[in-house]
């Protein structure tokens, strides 16, 4: 296995900046996931590690030896796309076979890594059949195992879960997971799906418009977001964003007036997350305008003098419905204070409610 390091590395075609200059370090054996919206660089940063693209400036790494000039098919990299891109008129056999073909590898041991693999991600039933005559899961697994026969010092994985059902990519979300640490291999997953980032990979790099926003683990980037986008994009149901204005020790948000901690005067916005509302006796007045049941959890949608809020609960069934009078509170500890000149996180700020008080 290898280590990754791209020093500053970037992509432009013509006028068209895919990258703007990036340095980043993905150590031996790590899973890390590029995360963000579509257009923010993170595919064309997969294609510049396998060798597919050029970087426009900077140097790529591997283990310390630059692999610029490389070509894709020296560079030691399993990639798995979306499309799974399968041969159709082969068999299982055959296209897990098909990255062995110039490895200069003898017959009976290229059977003996098709067999190690194909069993590695539970498809050594399947064998002789053809792509058309199986599942969208076990494609994906073949598509896996064809990356892995070879042993490559990097496993890339583009975007590899899109094509299957909500049900079967929670499956394949713990079984890729697993079969990472298995084997130790160094694990680079392009994805704009923030659950799959945050549950399969060590870190995330949260991109966006070609920029790297943030590098952290999934716990840093929910908790301690750099900025708006991160805290908006990071997180589900979505974080709740109220806009206010900081002048002293106090922040108005409409008619609503907030007391503050570590605030500099100026336009802020506020970030709560659903699950960090809770309901009081006393506290922030709304009432219910809407409940979302969510298996085991009841997402409220509440409108106050702060806008509407989303709630999220645990619970099978609503503890209120739409119309009721509620109150709701939230502990200054896990509000969240940018800056609207910039959207950057205010560090150490803080709000909280004065119960009573308008």
């Known amino acids: 296995m290898a280590r990754i390091e791209l020093s500053n590395v970037s992509k432009r075609w013509e006028e068209v900046v895919a990258l703007e200059p990036?340095?980043?370090?993905?150590?031996?054996?790590?899973?890390?996931?590029?995360?963000?919206p579509s257009g923010c660089g993170k595919s064309t940063t997969l294609l510049m590690l396998a060798g597919i693209y050029r970087p426009t400036t900077g140097t790529i790494k591997f283990d310390g030896h630059v692999v610029n000039d490389v070509e894709a098919k020296d560079?030691?990299?399993?990639?798995?796309?979306?499309?799974?891109?399968?041969?159709?008129?082969?068999?299982?056999?055959?296209?897990?076979?098909?990255?062995?073909?110039?490895?200069?590898?003898?017959?009976?041991?290229?059977?003996?890594?098709?067999?190690?693999?194909?069993?590695?991600?539970?498809?050594?039933?399947?064998?002789?059949?053809?792509?058309?005559?199986?599942?969208?899961?076990?494609?994906?697994?073949?598509?896996?195992?064809?990356?892995?026969?070879?042993?490559?010092?990097?496993?890339?994985?583009?975007?590899?879960?899109?094509?299957l059902d909500a049900t079967l990519r929670i499956v394949m979300r713990a079984e890729i997971r697993h079969l990472q640490r298995e084997i130790g291999v160094t694990t680079i997953l392009v994805t704009h799906d923030q659950i799959e980032a945050t549950t399969m990979a060590d870190r995330v790099v949260?991109?966006?418009?070609?920029?790297?926003?943030?590098?952290?683990?999934?716990?840093?980037?929910y908790l301690r977001p750099n900025n708006i986008f991160i805290a908006s994009f990071v997180g589900a149901p979505q974080i709740n964003l109220v806009h206010g204005h900081a002048h002293g020790d106090v922040v108005s948000v409409r008619d609503r007036i907030l007391r503050g901690a570590?605030?500099?005067?100026?336009?802020?916005?506020?970030?709560?997350?659903?699950?960090?509302?809770?309901?009081?006796?006393d506290g922030l007045p709304g009432r219910i305008g809407d409940v979302e049941m969510m298996g085991r959890e009841m997402l409220y949608f509440i409108e106050t003098d702060m806008g509407t809020l989303r709630l999220l609960e645990a619970g099978t069934a609503p503890r209120f419905a739409a119309g009721e009078?509620?109150?709701?509170?939230?502990?200054?500890?896990d509000s969240l204070v940018f800056s609207r000149e910039n959207g950057a996180l205010i560090p150490d700020a803080h709000v909280f409610l004065s119960i009573g008080a308008n």
């Open 75 to 163: 560079r030691d990299v399993g990639i798995v796309f979306q499309s799974y891109a399968l041969y159709p008129h082969m068999t299982v056999r055959e296209n897990i076979q098909f990255p062995l073909r110039f490895k200069g590898i003898s017959k009976s041991e290229a059977e003996q890594r098709i067999k190690d693999v194909a069993r590695m991600v539970r498809v050594e039933d399947l064998l002789d059949r053809r792509p058309s005559q199986i599942s969208g899961g076990q494609q994906q697994r073949v598509a896996l195992a064809r990356a892995l026969v070879k042993r490559p010092q990097f496993l890339l994985l583009d975007e590899p879960l899109s094509n």
């Open 206 to 221: 949260c991109m966006s418009k070609g920029r790297v926003e943030q590098v952290g683990t999934p716990q840093e980037l």
């Open 22 to 36: 990036t340095d980043l370090v993905i150590e031996n054996g790590e899973f890390v996931a590029l995360l963000g």
């Open 325 to 333: 009078a509620i109150h709701l509170t939230f502990d200054a500890a």
């Open 262 to 281: 570590g605030l500099a005067a100026g336009a802020v916005t506020i970030g709560l997350r659903p699950e960090h509302l809770s309901f009081a006796e």
